[in-house]
């Protein structure tokens, strides 16, 4: 390893670190102690012939395990290369380091001043004229640019500490610099009312309300009131009070609405609350089965309504139908929206001619696969042209209540004609009992 460059008379420290070859930790005996006396090494000029070199003398380091150094004095070294050799032995293994170092002579670091300007010691004996010239070393146009600074300092500057008087007029816009005077460099108050000149005060005063200003801002005024309306603004009579009105049935009536609107009845909480009691008395009415003829549902837009309670089992008797006595296969399905696939319907029952116990039945319930085919069916009498439609609780569980979905039933036939036999709308309502078992 080569240990640097120095100059004769400085210091060369050799360094060594010993560690056991089997582990790798610090070189220590049994018995914990260090043993600096078998770290040795000598060092010697590289010449054309080698000599007798020169011992060193290793001592321990900062009392570090297994670290040692020694120094190499340079004072009166030939120039030129030098080795070193640190030998060592490690748990009976016998162990050689080499290194080297360059030492160079300080008269080859002398100066050589013999091509210095001699016109040097002449500098002092420049003319002004000189010295202002950008022919000369001082850079004369440098020169001239720093007079012209030093030339705008006041001819008597006010001691350090002590404030400075400025002359009228002194401070314009053109000598401050773009956003240098900010809030953050104001302290707070101080500027106060004596310290603005009256001609300032009126200045701020005619930019904050012109006549002209105040024109718009009487404008803009009377057009948001027209756009508002002419709310009486007492009491209850204010944007506030018909905002309450139209949200809460415990407001008080604003008198400017006029007409027979009472929030009791009328406003936004009393009609949910009726939407509920009206689910209720859907819920409460007697069962009752379809008996317009399917065919008319069909033809006439309003269709049949269906309504299909959650959590029980539900039945419906679809009649009057026309069913092809060469039926194979009839759906019934509920969707959200028409375009929807089929497997994305709400429900979807199927039945066959003759019957298929591996795929009639549920196929399809809340948009997902149903696993349990049986509990949903129809039950279909061609000649009596009715289809009765049956879900279990187990089923109509996982419902989610909904308005306004629609319903069809289609028939295949062995012909492959398909037929649309009746269509309408169905709800989907819940019950306040959920538990099935």
Same mark, same amino acid.
């Given at each position: 390893?080569?240990?640097?460059?120095?100059?004769?008379?400085?210091?060369?420290?050799?360094?060594?670190?010993?560690?056991?070859p089997a582990?790798?930790?610090e070189?220590?005996?049994?018995?914990?102690?260090?043993?600096?006396?078998?770290?040795?090494?000598?060092?010697?000029r590289m010449?054309?012939?080698?000599?007798?070199g020169?011992a060193l003398?290793?001592?321990?380091?900062?009392?570090?395990?297994?670290?040692?150094?020694?120094?190499?004095?340079?004072?009166?070294?030939t120039?030129?290369?030098?080795?070193?050799?640190?030998?060592a032995?490690?748990?009976g293994?016998a162990?050689?380091v080499?290194?080297?170092?360059?030492?160079?002579?300080?008269?080859?670091?002398?100066?050589?001043?013999?091509?210095?300007?001699?016109?040097?010691?002449?500098?002092?004996?420049?003319?002004?004229?000189q010295?202002?010239?950008d022919?000369?070393?001082?850079?004369?146009?440098?020169?001239?640019?720093?007079?012209?600074?030093?030339?705008?300092l006041?001819?008597?500057?006010?001691?350090?500490?002590s404030?400075?008087?400025l002359?009228?007029?002194a401070?314009?816009?053109?000598?401050?610099a773009?956003?240098?005077? %900010?809030? $953050?460099?104001? /302290?707070?108050?101080?500027?106060?009312?004596s310290?603005? =000149? !009256?001609?300032? +005060?009126?200045?701020?005063?005619n930019?904050?309300?012109?006549?002209?200003?105040?024109?718009?801002?009487l404008?803009?005024q009377t057009?948001?009131?027209?756009?508002?309306?002419?709310f009486?603004?007492?009491?209850?009579?204010?944007i506030?009070?018909?905002?309450?009105?139209?949200a809460?049935k415990?407001?008080?009536?604003?008198?400017?609405?006029?007409?027979?609107?009472?929030?009791?009845?009328?406003?936004?909480e009393?009609?949910?609350?009726?939407?509920e009691?009206? %689910?209720a $008395?859907?819920? /409460?009415?007697?069962t009752?089965?379809?008996?317009?003829? =399917? !065919?008319?549902? +069909?033809?006439?837009?309003?269709?049949?309504?269906?309504?299909i309670?959650?959590?029980?089992?539900?039945?419906a008797t679809?009649?009057?139908?026309?069913i092809?006595?060469?039926?194979?296969?009839?759906?019934?399905?509920v969707?959200l929206?028409?375009?929807?696939a089929d497997?994305e319907?709400?429900i979807?029952?199927q039945?066959?001619?003759p019957?298929?116990?591996?795929?009639?039945?549920?196929l399809?319930l809340?948009?997902?696969?149903?696993?349990?085919?049986?509990?949903?069916s129809l039950t279909?009498?061609?000649?009596?042209?009715?289809?009765?439609?049956?879900?279990?609780?187990?089923?109509?569980d996982?419902l989610?209540r909904?308005r306004?979905?629609?319903?069809d039933?289609k028939?295949?036939?062995?012909?492959?004609?398909?037929?649309?036999?009746t269509?309408?709308s169905?709800?989907?309502?819940?019950?306040e009992t959920?538990?099935?078992?």
């Amino acid at each position: 390893m080569n240990l640097g460059t120095f100059i004769a008379g400085q210091t060369v420290w050799v360094t060594v670190c010993c560690h056991r070859p089997a582990t790798g930790e610090e070189w220590v005996t049994a018995s914990g102690e260090e043993y600096a006396g078998t770290v040795t090494g000598y060092y010697q000029r590289m010449t054309g012939a080698p000599g007798a070199g020169t011992a060193l003398s290793f001592s321990q380091f900062n009392s570090e395990t297994g670290v040692y150094y020694a120094p190499i004095d340079t004072t009166g070294f030939t120039k030129g290369s030098y080795a070193v050799l640190v030998e060592a032995t490690v748990d009976g293994v016998a162990i050689n380091v080499m290194h080297t170092f360059t030492v160079l002579d300080p008269a080859d670091f002398k100066a050589d001043v013999t091509n210095l300007d001699v016109a040097v010691s002449t500098r002092s004996t420049l003319t002004q004229a000189q010295v202002l010239s950008d022919a000369t070393p001082f850079a004369g146009a440098n020169v001239a640019a720093i007079k012209a600074k030093t030339d705008n300092l006041p001819a008597s500057p006010a001691a350090v500490g002590s404030a400075m008087t400025l002359a009228d007029g002194a401070i314009t816009a053109a000598v401050i610099a773009t956003g240098a005077v %900010d809030a $953050d460099a104001i /302290a707070a108050d101080a500027i106060g009312a004596s310290e603005l =000149a !009256a001609d300032a +005060v009126t200045e701020i005063q005619n930019g904050l309300a012109t006549s002209a200003n105040q024109t718009t801002i009487l404008a803009n005024q009377t057009t948001l009131l027209a756009r508002i309306g002419a709310f009486t603004g007492t009491g209850v009579n204010t944007i506030l009070g018909f905002l309450k009105a139209l949200a809460s049935k415990a407001a008080t009536l604003p008198s400017d609405i006029g007409g027979t609107f009472t929030p009791t009845t009328d406003s936004l909480e009393a009609l949910q609350e009726n939407e509920e009691e009206i %689910d209720a $008395d859907v819920w /409460a009415y007697t069962t009752r089965t379809l008996t317009q003829a =399917a !065919a008319s549902v +069909v033809s006439a837009v309003t269709g049949s309504s269906l309504t299909i309670t959650a959590y029980v089992d539900y039945s419906a008797t679809l009649t009057g139908l026309t069913i092809p006595s060469t039926w194979t296969k009839m759906w019934f399905t509920v969707k959200l929206e028409e375009e929807d696939a089929d497997s994305e319907s709400i429900i979807q029952i199927q039945v066959s001619n003759p019957a298929d116990a591996t795929n009639d039945g549920l196929l399809y319930l809340e948009g997902a696969a149903y696993a349990t085919k049986t509990d949903g069916s129809l039950t279909v009498n061609q000649s009596g042209g009715t289809v009765a439609i049956a879900l279990k609780a187990a089923a109509t569980d996982g419902l989610t209540r909904r308005r306004k979905l629609g319903y069809d039933v289609k028939v295949l036939t062995s012909a492959g004609a398909r037929t649309q036999l009746t269509l309408g709308s169905c709800d989907v309502v819940l019950t306040e009992t959920h538990a099935l078992s």
